[in-house]
């Protein structure tokens, strides 16, 4: 796929433009995606559509960083790929960084700004980051990178504006480790469905990170609390849109100005690819100036 046409893509999906973009209406329905557009943590114990599941993943990426500086106070965070800024907000309220949330879509960050917070927002690529080089102590990157191409590009630029000792923290969903050529096809589908590159493995996603220059501390699988959970409402859901020839869910969707052939396919690709997916987090570091 061409890097533009998939950047424009990205923005009509996110911008609420077209066809695809119905997915999200939907999940607006039933999550906060107002605020947050990643995937979303939930433990064991807890239901993933009970509670912000989203918010808890914004957890886990401010606990490692926490761990990871000797103090989250007043640092300067960059959050690549803010999205709609609930994730840039939560750690600003909850770790007191002094966040400021970058993302491709002008109609994300028009959201964001629009949040009550300390946080700030501007539109930029992950790719051509806009700031100047060394400028952030901490960097993170929620389950956004996986919508970048040149993922290379990505982390160079974040190995850029990290100062010397600086640290990153990024989730993001990776494909398993080894896939056939069937199952290799079936994730395509997916990431085509939901305008996505092809997924890299998490090798080939450490690599990445490696070869910006930075190094690579922790990579923890978060999927048994996020996409692990998934597929019992995907499965959920295409039992009702084969029930009575689907004619009642297409209704209903329809009645909320959702287009049943678009988000039933889009859910039928992730139903598929599903158990070819893995959910990371990652922890990494540019070494300190000798």
């Not at 491709?104 to 700031?131: K, M, Q, W």
């Not at 040149?150 to 923290?169: Q, S």
């Amino acid at each position: 796929m061409d890097r533009d046409d998939l950047r424009s893509r990205i923005a009509d999906q996110f911008s609420y433009r077209g066809q695809r973009a119905d997915i999200w209406r939907g999940f607006d329905l039933v999550l906060d995606t107002d605020a947050f557009l990643n995937l979303g943590y939930s433990p064991w114990y807890l239901p993933h559509v009970v509670g912000s599941s989203q918010s808890r993943l914004a957890d886990e990426v401010g606990t490692r960083l926490a761990a990871a500086l000797p103090t989250t106070d007043g640092v300067r965070l960059l959050d690549v790929g803010c999205g709609r800024g609930g994730p840039t907000d939560h750690l600003a309220d909850r770790y007191g960084v002094d966040a400021v949330g970058v993302d491709l879509v002008p109609y994300n960050v028009r959201r964001a700004a629009r949040r009550p917070a300390d946080a700030s927002f501007v539109v930029g690529d992950a790719t051509r980051l806009p700031f100047v080089a060394g400028t952030f102590p901490a960097c993170t990157a929620i389950d956004a990178l996986v919508y970048v191409p040149d993922r290379a590009a990505a982390f160079g630029e974040l190995a850029r504006v990290l100062e010397p000792g600086g640290v990153l923290v990024c989730s993001d969903l990776v494909a398993a480790p080894t896939l056939d050529d069937a199952e290799r096809r079936t994730v395509d589908a997916f990431a085509d469905a939901w305008d996505m590159p092809s997924l890299a493995t998490v090798d080939a996603y450490e690599r990445a990170v490696d070869g910006a220059g930075l190094a690579v501390r922790t990579v923890e699988d978060l999927t048994a609390h996020s996409v692990g959970r998934f597929r019992r409402w995907t499965a959920l859901y295409l039992r009702l849109a084969s029930a009575f020839g689907g004619r009642p869910l297409a209704a209903c969707l329809r009645r909320v100005g959702l287009d049943p052939a678009a988000v039933t396919e889009q859910i039928h690709r992730a139903h598929a690819a599903l158990p070819h997916l893995r959910h990371v987090v990652v922890v990494a570091e540019r070494p300190a100036a000798r």
